[in-house]
């Protein structure tokens, strides 16, 4: 039940993506950095941001409409597109981005905000509308399970940035518990992650904490022993 209600939710987002994505767009937090204005894509990223330090990433899990897609698009091609080399490339993407706008705020100060910059439909909006939603399917379909949010992603950084600070400040946050001791090695888990991690070793070795977690939990409910449980919890020291 909890599963369709997750991806009944995702779907609604999907639909909803024209209109969200003014304030998902990596291109219009930097049009408006260009004019001094902290604009709505700024404020939802420092939201995610600001909610990741307890929620983790329930966001791409729960709501991301690019995150939808990809599950639709990965039943053409569910291989798992997953490792050091692949992951690494979102966080070099996003330092880039994210340090130039930065760079473009310093040099505009002072800053004013707009919470609804550009908020229209005009030829601009809809043609970097569609490269980015071009982008997600192709990418998706020749890399494989959520592809994009691996490797080309420029909002999971700021969650698991989040994520990282709350572990460092041991704060507790929304993360898997497990018990190795009633994994029986059906691989279930593994086979319902969206984001093709190993949850079958995680369980195994007790180390559930990962970066790519999306925190959708599909791996709890497909776990016929109950080995592996969520909730709000401090890292262990």
Not at 102 to 121: G, H, Q, S, Y
Not at 159 to 165: F, Q, R
Not at 181 to 196: N, T, V, Y
Request: aromatic share 12%; hydrophobic share 45%.
């Amino acid at each position: 039940m909890r599963q369709k209600i997750r991806k009944g939710i995702l779907t609604f987002s999907a639909l909803l993506f024209p209109l969200t994505f003014f304030f998902l767009s990596p291109y219009l937090i930097v049009l408006s950095a260009t004019q001094g204005i902290v604009g709505g894509s700024a404020m939802v990223f420092f939201g995610m941001f600001i909610l990741s330090i307890v929620t983790s990433r329930l966001y791409c899990g729960w709501l991301c409409p690019g995150g939808a897609m990809q599950d639709t698009i990965s039943k053409s091609n569910d291989r798992r597109w997953n490792g050091k080399g692949k992951n690494l490339s979102k966080y070099i993407i996003w330092a880039v981005w994210f340090g130039f706008i930065v760079c473009l705020w310093i040099k505009n100060k002072p800053l004013t905000d707009d919470a609804m910059f550009k908020f229209e439909i005009d030829p601009q909006y809809l043609i970097v509308y569609v490269a980015v939603v071009t982008i997600i399917f192709l990418f998706t379909l020749f890399t494989g399970k959520r592809g994009m949010c691996h490797s080309f992603c420029w909002m999971a950084p700021f969650m698991i940035v989040g994520e990282k600070l709350a572990d460092l400040l041991h704060i507790p946050r929304f993360r898997l518990k497990v018990d190795p001791g009633k994994c029986i090695s059906c691989g279930k888990c593994a086979k319902a992650c969206p984001m093709g991690l190993s949850i079958d070793k995680m369980v195994k070795s007790g180390k559930t904490d990962s970066t790519e977690c999306i925190s959708c939990l599909e791996c709890v409910d497909a776990c016929p022993n109950g080995a592996i449980r969520c909730g709000i919890y401090a890292k262990q020291r």
